[in-house]
């Protein structure tokens, strides 16, 4: 007789799905299991089976060599329909497995007891069954045995659920860190590339700065500036406005460009443009500094502006000196 669907089938499949343990290969943990219903309950053949949508499907096995069956023919359709241990003395003297194909023909079942392997939420995936090919029934303790073996064996399943989801989130973050470096490295590549110096540094200590940076205060490579202080390096008449400036970039406070003195370690003083924005460096919270070199601007707008003072200064001199002839011609006329 076939058995009848469970009232939860829709659930019942997607629970037994999302174990992912469908037509995989054997695993001791299961076998084990299996190996103690055998021989607790003294039966030549113990199955854990997972009861799929057209089929029963052999997660262990001992005693016998299918890998699966019919669903039509599986005395485990009939066992995921209980909450308890399904027990059949004899298979030939019940009418539902009489005409049974595994009844009247191999492995020709007499006896079968399944322990349903119910989840959390009381859905049955399957079971743990021992068979044997004469009639016999088990003892208290044997029946006992066999649901707590049952019970193990949905451990098992979900310990092998959260291993492979732990497995897959390890992945995925393994895949998440190695795009990171990746992106890293490569936005790296990009500063260390650049004219203009770009320096990191969380609460003023140097993190990073770039070979544009390195050339910019006078150090041979960037390794020689790591772990310094950026005050180190500014001008006491600018010192106190840095300074205002990291505390304000480390509340995240926009900060404009500003024009700031700086000392190499030549102890040559220059002139930069600065522009700090708050970053996160190595999972902290830091600071990036954009610094470009004025120096020679500056130098070149004060040289154009003494130029310009000069040319006025003449032009006011030639002035008067045009305007005192001026003046010294209408006097010899008079």
């Not at 076998?31 to 003294?42: F, G, K, M, V």
């Not at 005395?75 to 059949?88: E, K, N, P, Y």
Request: proline residues 4%.
């Amino acid at each position: 007789m076939k058995a009848p669907l469970p009232s939860n089938e829709e659930a019942r499949l997607k629970a037994l799905r999302e174990y992912k343990i469908l037509d995989t290969d054997p695993e001791q943990a299961f076998d084990d299991l299996t190996r103690l219903a055998s021989q607790i309950c003294e039966t030549p053949i113990a199955v854990v089976s997972l009861v799929d949508s057209d089929r029963q499907w052999f997660k262990s096995k001992l005693g016998l060599d299918a890998s699966e069956t019919s669903r039509d023919v599986a005395f485990c359709a009939h066992t995921i329909l209980q909450s308890d241990l399904f027990v059949v003395p004899d298979a030939q003297q019940d009418m539902r497995f009489s005409d049974n194909p595994l009844v009247t023909s191999g492995p020709q079942i007499r006896f079968y007891a399944g322990a349903p392997l119910l989840t959390s939420e009381d859905v049955a995936v399957g079971s743990l069954c021992a068979i044997d090919y004469v009639p016999r029934n088990l003892t208290p303790q044997q029946q006992e045995a066999l649901e707590i073996l049952g019970r193990q064996v949905v451990t098992q399943l979900k310990l092998r659920r959260n291993i492979a989801e732990l497995e897959a989130t390890l992945r995925q973050r393994q895949e998440t860190e190695q795009a990171l470096r990746a992106s890293q490295e490569q936005y790296r590549s990009l500063l260390d590339l650049s004219s203009e110096t770009i320096a990191v540094h969380v609460a003023g200590k140097l993190e990073y700065i770039n070979a544009a940076g390195a050339r910019l205060f006078g150090a041979v490579t960037p390794d020689q500036l790591i772990g310094k202080q950026l005050l180190d390096f500014v001008h006491p008449d600018s010192r106190a406005a840095v300074a205002t400036r990291q505390n304000q970039v480390q509340v995240n406070q926009a900060i404009a460009i500003n024009q700031e003195k700086l000392i190499r370690l030549d102890s040559q003083v220059i002139d930069v443009e600065m522009t700090e924005v708050p970053i996160i460096h190595s999972g902290q919270p830091a600071t990036q500094v954009m610094i470009r070199d004025i120096t020679a601007l500056k130098q070149m707008k004060e040289a154009m502006l003494r130029a310009t003072v000069a040319e006025l200064a003449k032009q006011e001199l030639e002035k008067e000196i045009i305007g005192r002839r001026q003046l010294e011609e209408s006097l010899k006329e008079q």
